[in-house]
C-alpha cells in the first residue's frame, strides 16, 4: 500500500541576521491511510518547521534545500 504521505531527507534552512541556519536534517518520514502520527519533541526542535514544510506554507527567508515531501 502506498502512503498517504511520505517525507524523505528533508533539510530546511532559515536566512537569519547571523546567517544561515539549517533547522532540519534529513527528516523522514511515512504516513499510511488509517493511520494516526504524532511529532513530538521540545520547544525548538523544528516540528512546526516539519509541519508547515509539508503544508507549503514556509516563513520569510526559509527553504527546502534537500529531499522529498
Known amino acids: 500500500m502506498m502512503p498517504l504521505l511520505s517525507v524523505r531527507g528533508l533539510k ?19 504516513l499510511e491511510r488509517g493511520r494516526i502520527l504524532g511529532v513530538v519533541g521540545e520547544s525548538g526542535c523544528g516540528k ?9 506554507i514556509l516563513p520569510k ?3 527546502v534545500e534537500q529531499g522529498e515531501i
Not at 12 to 30: C, N
Not at 48 to 56: D, Q, V
Open 12 to 30: 530546511v534552512s532559515i536566512k537569519t541576521d547571523e546567517g544561515v541556519a539549517q533547522v532540519l536534517d534529513d527528516v523522514g518520514l511515512e
Open 61 to 63: 527567508g526559509a527553504r
Open 48 to 56: 512546526s518547521t516539519l509541519i508547515r514544510a509539508i503544508m507549503g
